[in-house]
């Protein structure tokens, strides 16, 4: 009988970009900052999108998802990296881990995927202008945007 290893991972140890404490708060603020002008960068398109009528455009809808989806994609990483940084903890669970792996690589594929949808979406605006607005109707828009999370959700799992 093969002697075996039966130690079991619960968690990981996370390397920070500096062990220097007197530069963790200035890490900390550059974080903080740019993520805050992120998300209401992000959240600023949105109501613009929402609230004026001469943007309700197929075009707008599919900015106005990526700002969604940009949105969730840094909030994936960012706050616990914070919440590390100001706590000073370097430890995430095996759970934790594996939940962050799945909704950063869930994000980071719908951006392609979105921007793939935005990208077809100028091509029948630039190839058939006349036929644009029958071609890129709201229900079809709709679901090239349900389609791409479908496809997101089923890749991330694998």
Known sequence: MEPENGTQISEFLLLGFSEDPELQP????????MYLITVFGNLLLILAVSS??????????????????DICFTSTT????????QTRSK???????VTQIYFLILFAVLDVFLLSVMAYDRFVAICHPLHYMVIMNPRLCGKLVM????????????
């Open 91 to 97: 430890v995430i669970t095996y759970a934790g881990c």
């Open 26 to 33: 200035l890490i900390f603020g550059l974080f903080l900052s």
């Open 52 to 69: 004026d009528s001469h943007l309700h455009t197929p075009m707008y809808f599919f900015l106005a998802n990526l700002s969604f989806v």
């Open 78 to 85: 960012i706050p616990k990296m914070l919440w590390n940084i």
């Open 147 to 158: 389609v791409s999370w479908i496809m997101c959700v089923l890749n991330s799992l694998l």
